[in-house]
């Protein structure tokens, strides 16, 4: 008989204080450090882990994430996210959430776009050949997919103009050395003023990681207004190279 | 017969991967944000928490906070908070922690020091009239209050030198739109350069809570070498008052 496989996990999350801020929502931020710590969670319990992978030199890279949320989560609520594959193409795999109240409505739903790359070479791998498909095994059925909420747009910085220019310090990086992806986030809407957040939240963040910086790099932030509600977010380092973009939707 | 009353609480914590620095270890800041988390629950569990103490326009400050590590716990562990108040006095009280491995060795202890102040006025209340000296009921006895480490010490800045000055953003600030107790701690060890953390990790480090700054005030660093390993930061807001001052001792 065939062991059924679990494709959706929940993880739980309770919303702590110094994770919320003036409005007594949970920063942007902070939620999508609980996003990826459920993705690192789901991955583990089916052997895809970084800890597993990274003794054959292989890792994910988050390569897009986007959270789009109808009612931020409150101090102390206790929230459940909800996440799953679902797809894997050659280079990249989409991993989707739902982040629910106690009651199992929705708060709102994320997406989020991985590449495994050979640590060694740096050079991405081919998911539908590694450990002969394993992970082919984890796809949701398209019924379990419930995540109604738009894919990554493309975004072009025409002209940008630049808002802030920022060093990089012991804080901003992780286990790697890299400037942490959520850390991006925060810089990024620190951008904008409290008046703004007096009257607006965060109803969609998107952001493409394109490369990595390090400790000590110097980050420039570029801003290009879209509409009243929407502005994009070029960060580059070194006065160079494109390291992240973003698209920050208030409401 | 009289009920028995529980003293002394465990709080659990998982050290995330985003959460620790470089080298794999938590961030001082991240400890100390478990630590408040840790007093938090502690507090409210016993009738003394924020909620129930703002209905009555009362509530907790944090005055002082120092914590010693003898090693830093490392991404995925599994740690144990363990807090309890030590004493009270009329204007303050002590609350202790230890924080343990798995098998109930220390990884290191933390004292904090708080007063409790009436929101309208600001001014400090009596601890020992308030709810009928019913926090006494919580202090531990001295054979149960193993917190081995020295109390918070005097800082005298005479020779401080400006080392930074910052801006503070919508992240930098909690649900009171006051900077947060654990944002100075980040922006103070960010003084500190990649090479220092290289080779030396955070032993001991101490911060007194001397007034409170908002979204938007200007926080500069000023530094005073107290020897090779021990380093006074004090931080004042707007270039004039006192914030906060603290010690950092590397090992």
Redesign the interface.
């Given at each position: 008989m065939m062991q059924k496989i679990e494709k959706i996990d929940s993880y739980p999350v309770h919303v702590?204080?110094?994770h919320?801020?003036?409005?007594?929502r949970i920063?942007p931020?902070v939620l999508g450090?609980h996003l990826?710590?459920a993705a690192?969670n789901h991955s583990q319990r089916r052997g895809w882990g970084i800890?597993a992978l990274n003794e054959n030199h292989y890792t994910w890279v988050l390569s897009r994430l986007c959270i789009e949320i109808e009612e931020m989560p409150r101090?102390?609520e206790d929230i459940e996210i909800r996440t799953w594959v679902e797809s894997v193409m050659r280079l990249f795999t989409n991993r989707n959430f739902s982040i629910l109240r106690p009651d199992g409505t929705p708060c709102g739903y994320a997406r989020s776009v991985w590449a495994m790359i050979d640590m060694d070479t740096r050079k991405p791998c081919d998911l539908l050949s590694l450990y002969d498909g394993d992970i082919l095994r984890y796809v949701v059925e398209p019924e379990e997919n419930v995540c109604p909420i738009q894919g990554h747009g493309r975004l072009v910085f025409r002209e940008a103009r630049l808002a802030r220019t920022l060093d990089t310090?012991?804080?901003?990086?992780?286990?790697?050395?890299h400037i942490?992806?959520?850390k991006y986030i925060?810089h990024i809407?620190?951008?904008?003023p409290?008046e703004r957040?007096e009257r607006q939240m965060v109803r969609r963040l998107e952001i493409a990681y394109k490369a990595e910086s390090y400790?000590?790099d110097r980050l420039s932030f570029y801003t290009q207004v879209i509409n009243d509600n929407e502005i994009g977010v070029e960060v580059r380092k070194n006065e160079r190279e494109v390291v992240c973009q973003a698209k920050i939707c208030f409401e």
């Open positions: 702590e204080p110094f919320v801020d003036f409005n007594g920063f931020g450090n990826l710590n690192g800890g101090q102390y310090y012991y804080s901003d990086v992780d286990i790697n050395g942490n992806s959520i925060e809407l620190d951008l904008f409290r957040y400790l000590g």
